[in-house]
C-alpha cells in the first residue's frame, strides 16, 4: 500500500447524488461521453500543431499558459515569474531546475484548489492523460514530475496525438486581423492532418482609438490588407478585406470584447470626422468610445455581409493590476469582472441587424445576473441571438447549473451555445468538455425525474448539446476544407 495518499477520478463525479436521478444521469451521460468534441472558441496557438514539437516539461505544458492556475498560486504569494509567466520565448524552453521549482509549488499548494474547477481540470488531466495516481504534494511533486515528463518525451504525446486522443474534431483559434493565417495553411493542406483548425477575427485593438497602439495598428493594417487607412472609407474597406482573407482560410466566427456593449451608431460624417481626430491624436476620451461603440456596430453590419458569425464577452476589467501588466503583459489573471448590461445597449444593433437572415450574435457574459434578466429574453424573441455558455470565470460547475436553471425557462435549449472551453491550456479541453457534459446529463436527468420530460427526448437533447448547437450556433456546418 502506498505511503502517499492515492488521486483517481469517480466514475460518478458531477452526477446528483439521488441514487434515482443519478441512474438516468448515468445513461444520458454514456450517451455524449464519447462524442468528439467541437470547440469553436479558444487560444490554443495553431504552430503548436504546425510544428508537432514535443512539450518541454509539465511546467510549461500544465501551469505557465493556464492563467487559471497561475492566478490562484499569486493570489498565494507565488511571483508569476517563478511560474514561468512572462518568459521571453526567444530565450528557449523553460530551464528544468526552474520548471521543478514552480512544479513543486503547485504541489505543495494543492490544498488551495480544493472545490475550484481548476482542481477538478487538473485531476483529470494528470490521471486520465498521463495516469498519474498519486496526489500532488510536496512529498510526491518530483515523481509525478518525472512521470509526465517521461511522458511528453515520447511520440504518443505530441500535439498531433493528443488532438486526436482527445477526439477533437474542430478547434478554433483567435487571431489577430493582420495575421497572415500561415499556421492555418499549412494544417489545412496538410494531408497527414485530419483535423479542422480554424482561425477567429478578433479585431478589439484596431476599433479601440484610445489604445497607445492604434495608429500603428492601423498603419499595419493598411499595409497588410493594400489598402489605404488614411480617411475613414479606407479603414472600414481594410477591415472587410481581412474579414473576407480570414472567411477564405475557414473562419466562422468574430470575437468581440469591450468594457460594455453599447452600439450607439455615429453618422458616417461623425465617425470620419473622429476618426481623423484619432489618426491625428487628437480625439477626446469620450470621442474614442463613441467611435468604439459605432465600430461594433459596424462589425454586426460586416457580419450581415460576410456571414462571420458576431461573440460578444464584455464587462471585464482589464489588466487590474498596472504593476504586473507592465512587468508581465495581458492575460496574465489579473482581468477582472465588472457587471455588465445588454438590453439597452444593443438595442440600436439588434433594431437594425436583429431579423437579419444569417445573422449569428452569441452573447456571453460574466455576470449570472443578466442571463435571466437580459440575454435570455433576447434570444428568446431575435432568430440572430444565442446565450453564451459560461466563461472564464464562471466555467464551474455550479455556475453552469445555474446557467441552465436561468435560461431554459425561456429559451429552452437549442437557443444556447454549446460548451465553450476558452482556454489556452490545451490539455484541459476533454476536461473541460467532460465537466459539462456530465453537468448537462445531470441537469437533464432532473427533468426527467420530474417528468417534466422523457427519458428518450433528454437523450437527444443532451446529443444535440454537444454536437448540434454548436455548430448550428457558429455556423460550422459548412465545408471543412
Known amino acids: 500500500m502506498s505511503a502517499h495518499p492515492q488521486l483517481s477520478l469517480h466514475p460518478d463525479r458531477l452526477f446528483p447524488a439521488d441514487p434515482g436521478i443519478r441512474d438516468v444521469a448515468r445513461r444520458l451521460y454514456q450517451a455524449v461521453r464519447e462524442l468528439p468534441i467541437v470547440s469553436p472558441h479558444g487560444h490554443v496557438p495553431p504552430q503548436w500543431l504546425t510544428a508537432n514539437t514535443a512539450f518541454t516539461d509539465p511546467t510549461s505544458l500544465l501551469i505557465t499558459p493556464d492563467h487559471y492556475v497561475t492566478r490562484m498560486l499569486h493570489a498565494g504569494g507565488v511571483g508569476l515569474d517563478r511560474l514561468g509567466v ?26 488551495d484548489y480544493r472545490g475550484t474547477p481548476v482542481r477538478y481540470w487538473l485531476e483529470d488531466e494528470l490521471v486520465d492523460i498521463f495516469g498519474v495516481t498519486l496526489r500532488p ?20 504525446f505530441r500535439p498531433r496525438a493528443l488532438f486526436d486522443r482527445f477526439g477533437i474534431e474542430v478547434l478554433a483559434t483567435t487571431d489577430d486581423p493582420c495575421d497572415d493565417l500561415a499556421a492555418h495553411r499549412q494544417l489545412r493542406d496538410d494531408p497527414t492532418f485530419t483535423g479542422r483548425v480554424i482561425p477567429t477575427f478578433r479585431p478589439d485593438r484596431y476599433l479601440e482609438p484610445a489604445i497607445a497602439t492604434w495608429n500603428d495598428d492601423v498603419d499595419r493594417l493598411a499595409t497588410v490588407a493594400a489598402i489605404d487607412t488614411g480617411d475613414y472609407d479606407g479603414y472600414l474597406a481594410a477591415l472587410e478585406a481581412r474579414r473576407r482573407y480570414f472567411v477564405e482560410h475557414g473562419a466562422t466566427s468574430a470575437d468581440h470584447s469591450h468594457a460594455d456593449v453599447q452600439t450607439e451608431p455615429l453618422s458616417p460624417t461623425e465617425a470620419a470626422r473622429i476618426f481623423g481626430a484619432a489618426r491625428a491624436g487628437q480625439a477626446s476620451p469620450a470621442e474614442c468610445v463613441a467611435f468604439r461603440r459605432h465600430m461594433l456596430g ?38 477582472i469582472p465588472i457587471a455588465a448590461e445588454f438590453t439597452r445597449a444593443l438595442q440600436p444593433l439588434l433594431s437594425r441587424y436583429g431579423t437579419h437572415p444569417g445573422f449569428h450574435l452569441v452573447l456571453f457574459t460574466i455576470d449570472e445576473d443578466v442571463y435571466s434578466r437580459e440575454l435570455a429574453p433576447l434570444a428568446g424573441f431575435y432568430p440572430s441571438v444565442y446565450v453564451g455558455a459560461p466563461w472564464w470565470f464562471i466555467d464551474a460547475p455550479e455556475a453552469i447549473r445555474r446557467y441552465r436553471s436561468a435560461v ?74
Open 86 to 111: 512572462g518568459r521571453d520565448p526567444e530565450a528557449g524552453p523553460l530551464p528544468e531546475q526552474e520548471a521543478r521549482v514552480a512544479w513543486r509549488l503547485l504541489c505543495e499548494r494543492w490544498a
Open 137 to 156: 504534494s510536496a512529498q510526491t511533486a518530483d515523481t509525478i514530475y518525472d512521470q509526465i515528463a517521461a511522458a511528453l518525451a515520447t511520440d504518443e
Open 298 to 335: 459596424e462589425m454586426a453590419r460586416m457580419s450581415c455581409e460576410d456571414g462571420l458569425v458576431m461573440t460578444l464577452h464584455p464587462a471585464v476589467y482589464r489588466n487590474h493590476h498596472a504593476p504586473t501588466y507592465t512587468r508581465f503583459g495581458a492575460d496574465v489573471g489579473s482581468d
Open 408 to 481: 431554459t425557462e425561456t429559451v429552452g435549449f437549442s437557443r444556447t451555445s454549446g460548451f465553450i472551453d476558452d482556454t489556452r491550456a490545451f490539455c484541459s479541453i476533454p476536461a473541460r468538455h467532460d465537466m459539462a457534459r456530465r453537468l448537462d446529463s445531470g441537469y437533464l436527468a432532473g427533468l426527467v425525474a420530474e417528468h417534466r420530460l422523457a427519458e428518450d427526448e433528454a437523450l437527444e437533447t443532451a446529443v444535440a448539446l454537444v454536437r448540434q448547437n454548436p455548430r448550428t450556433a457558429f455556423k460550422l456546418d459548412g465545408p471543412i476544407r
